[in-house]
């Protein structure tokens, strides 16, 4: 059965990964051919607040969804949530995919209607844009905490039972970085 939209975008931090990731990348699934994810601040890692590296991101998709999603770096701009910064995935989403995509899956976040504004592509096309409301009340920062606190029970009811051998290695980078603001990434 062919589905609505031909290339869908994801762009988060994935400072964990959890159930609300894990829902709105099964509805990009569910209407998306292709679906790309796009790793923001790819370059940070080793701090409170972007513990995990890149390559541990990515790694959850790998480990969750195999191939199903193509997953890319995506390192910050610095311009704040706008149409540059939207204008900058878009064209990192054509370079990376080799297409114009059509649709942006993400949660309503205030900080995120603002990306696509004024936005088109090549040929006048305008994204779509789908919004996935909150289906699971939990956050990244949340899931940082139950890894700080060694609080495996809390953090596995979070997140995809593919994630949950992953507990002891990310709560060792979660305590590496408390309290550290420094990047240890380039």
């Known amino acids: 059965m062919r589905k609505p939209y ?12 959890h159930n ?3 829902d709105m990348i099964g509805k990009a699934l569910g209407i998306c051919e292709k679906v790309a994810v796009f790793i923001g601040s790819s370059q940070e890692s080793g701090t409170e607040k972007n513990p995990f590296p ?3 991101r990515a790694n959850f998709f790998k480990e969750i969804y195999g191939d199903a999603v193509s997953v890319y770096p995506l390192p910050d701009l610095g311009v704040g949530n ?9 064209e990192n989403v054509v370079e990376r995919c080799g297409e114009f995509p059509d649709i942006m899956i993400s949660g309503k976040e205030e900080r995120r209607i603002g990306w696509l504004a004024g936005n088109t592509g090549s040929k006048g096309e305008k994204i779509a844009e789908l919004y996935v409301p909150k289906t699971f009340v939990v956050s990244a920062t949340e899931m940082r905490d139950h890894l700080l606190a060694g609080d495996y029970d809390a953090w596995k009811r979070n997140v995809p039972r593919e994630l949950w051998d992953d507990f002891p290695s990310l709560r060792e980078m979660t305590l590496a970085a408390r309290g550290n603001v420094e990047s240890s990434s380039i």
Not at 82 to 90: L, S
């Open 6 to 17: 031909k290339l869908g975008f994801v762009v988060g931090r994935f400072q964990t990964f």
């Open 20 to 22: 609300g990731h894990a």
């Open 54 to 56: 890149y390559e541990t």
């Open 82 to 90: 706008n149409p540059t910064w939207g204008e900058y995935v878009i």
